[in-house]
């Protein structure tokens, strides 16, 4: 059973960074596309930045230039590296394994974790 585990949220000052972590079980994160994703009270949940098997990204116009993605395979955990934070980017960060780099469903599967809250303010 695939499971995923988001951490490393927090409080931040505008300006801070935080890395968010998504430890993979059950299968193997290279396999797939993965992809992190926040939702704000109130709002859908939109894509913020994507990755495919062979390494290509995807970034919210929003995020680019401040966030990375990035994978490690020993660990079999995606990571999202957050810079130059602001009030904007609050939300709940979800980890997804599934949906393609445009945030589609495209396969039989489609796999979220529990989110982690991230919020910048003072």
């Known amino acids: 059973q695939v499971q995923l585990v988001e951490s490393g949220g927090g409080l931040v000052q505008p300006g801070g960074s935080l890395r968010l972590s998504c430890m993979v079980s059950?299968?193997?994160?290279?396999?797939?596309?993965v992809g992190w994703y926040r939702q704000a009270p109130g709002k859908q949940r939109d894509l913020v930045a994507a990755?495919?098997?062979?390494?290509?990204?995807n970034y919210a116009q929003s995020v680019k230039g401040r966030f990375t993605i990035s994978g490690d395979n020993v660990k079999n955990t995606v990571y999202l590296q957050m810079n130059a934070l602001r009030p904007d980017d609050t939300a709940v960060y979800y980890c997804?394994?599934?949906?393609?780099?445009?945030?589609?469903?495209?396969?039989?599967?489609?796999?979220w974790g529990q989110g982690t809250q991230v919020t910048v303010g003072t």
């Open positions: 997804n394994v599934g949906r393609d780099l445009y945030g589609y469903r495209v396969s039989t599967y489609d796999y």
């Open positions: 059950g299968t193997f994160f290279s396999a797939h596309h």
């Open positions: 990755l495919s098997p062979t390494g290509q990204t």
